[in-house]
């Protein structure tokens, strides 16, 4: 069984890269004060992370910022009622073809999205999460630092999969809190 998910994940992988090679869009490099419409990608398996993220969500939104989310659950099929919000989605397996690319309604939606700011709060090894951020409309995408995948992203954070979840957030938050202080102060 190891041995056919290798090859779905090199095969995902593969078509990852092309799928990404063909996909052109304008960067611009936001702070999150200077940004209005926010997306976030992570994975829901953990109920404390989940518990994060809400708790993320919310302190952006009392900022002032419309945020979406789109949590990855590593399940077959998600449990019955979970999805009750059109700003608050999961996904799972069930969702996905066979070599782990993402395809439904409510996803591609999420991709076309040309949010401010998408962060991308998954591990940087979730096929799922990666082709949804890799095709994003964002105009500036920020996630953890994988050298495969620099050209995915305007920001990267250096942050290995060892990393909590709470330290990546709070991490990538301050730098994005500082990014363009400077240059956003001179106009």
Not at 74 to 82: I, Q, S, T, W
Not at 159 to 165: G, N, P, R
């Amino acid at each position: 069984m190891a041995y056919f998910q290798n090859i779905r994940n090199r095969v995902g992988e593969y078509l990852l890269r092309k799928q990404h090679a063909g996909y052109t869009r304008t960067r611009t490099i936001l702070n999150i004060d200077s940004a209005n419409t926010i997306g976030i990608l992570y994975c829901g398996d953990n109920p404390d992370d989940v518990e994060l993220m809400r708790s993320y969500i919310q302190s952006l939104r009392n900022i002032g910022k419309q945020v979406k989310s789109l949590g990855f659950m590593r399940v077959k099929e998600l449990p019955l009622g979970l999805n009750g919000s059109m700003m608050h989605q999961y996904f799972a397996r069930k969702e996905l073809n066979w070599y782990g690319k993402p395809s439904s309604q409510f996803i591609n939606s999420f991709v076309n999205d040309e949010f401010d700011i998408l962060f991308d709060f998954g591990i940087p090894t979730q096929l799922p999460i990666m082709f949804i951020s890799s095709m994003s409309k964002a105009k500036c995408k920020v996630g953890r630092y994988m050298e495969k995948y620099t050209d995915f992203y305007d920001v990267m954070i250096e942050a290995d999969e060892s990393k909590k979840l709470d330290f990546v957030v709070g991490t990538t938050h301050n730098y994005m809190m500082q990014l363009n202080k400077k240059a956003n102060n001179i106009i």
